[in-house]
Nanobody
Framework: QVQLVESGGGLVQAGDSLRLSCAVS????????MGWFRQAPGKEREFVAAITRSGGSTFYSDSVKGRFTVSRDNAKNTVYLQMNSLKPEDSAVYYCAANPGLLLSASRTSYDYWGPGTQVTVSS
């Protein structure tokens, strides 16, 4: 069983930065493609970013490309989301998720395991 726990959320002002972390239990972390998603009130959960098993390739949604950076440390079983130049529309609950497949994916159905989420609020 794989368990994920996000941390690092909070209340910031527009233009600020935050780094989210997701700690993953188990010895198979390096076998998962990892993704970040977010969900704002009244909206569907949407893809933010994903990273391959080795960390060699990444994929971003157009709304965060150039501002957010996903990375991972397989020795620490942790995936990160560095968020810069935050905007009020980035406010949401952010979730990390683990995908046992080989390819980067923006589809929620590709991810088998999910964390409980961490709240990010960006004030204007």
């Amino acid at each position: 069983q794989v368990q994920l726990v996000e941390s690092g959320g909070g209340l910031v002002q527009a233009g600020d930065s935050l780094r989210l972390s997701c700690a993953v239990s188990g010895r198979t972390f390096s076998t998962y493609v990892m993704g970040w998603f977010r969900q704002a009130p009244g909206k569907e959960r949407e893809f933010v970013a994903a990273i391959t098993r080795s960390g060699g390739s990444t994929f971003y949604s157009d709304s965060v490309k150039g501002r957010f950076t996903v990375s991972r440390d397989n020795a620490k079983n942790t995936v990160y989301l560095q968020m810069n130049s935050l905007k009020p529309e980035d406010s949401a609950v952010y979730y990390c998720a683990a995908n046992p497949g080989l390819l980067l994916s923006a589809s929620r159905t590709s991810y088998d395991y999910w964390g409980p989420g961490t709240q990010v609020t960006v004030s204007s």
